[in-house]
């Protein structure tokens, strides 16, 4: 067993800290609008690849319709994430 000191408590205090850095970080790019835009050109210029191929009329024009879906459902799913969450809470 691990003697307690102050030393070995400000250790792992330290690696805490850190690794709510890394959490926090890691969160931070999960929200932000950087992520978001490239999912999106990302999945707009798959969607277009696969029409071109497919040879769907106007591929660059069609794929705008099922990315604009597919951004709409994203943006939605934080009012159910809320919901969810505030239920969680709630009942813990």
């Known amino acids: 067993m691990e003697n307690i ?3 070995n408590l400000q250790k792992e205090i330290n ?10 970080a890691d ?4 929200i932000s609008i950087e992520r978001k835009i ?5 999945t707009y210029m798959i969607i277009s ?6 040879n769907i009329d106007k591929p660059l024009v069609s794929a705008i319709i099922p990315t604009f879906w597919y951004i ?10 809320n919901k969810y969450i505030k239920k969680y809470l709630k009942n813990n």
């Open 49 to 54: 690849l696969i029409m071109y191929y497919l």
């Open 5 to 7: 000191t102050l030393e």
């Open 27 to 30: 969160k931070s790019w999960e």
């Open 72 to 81: 709409l459902s994203t943006l939605s799913l934080w009012i159910l994430k």
């Open 15 to 24: 690696l805490i800290k850190e690794r709510n850095k890394k959490v926090e």
């Open 38 to 42: 490239t999912i999106w050109l990302l």
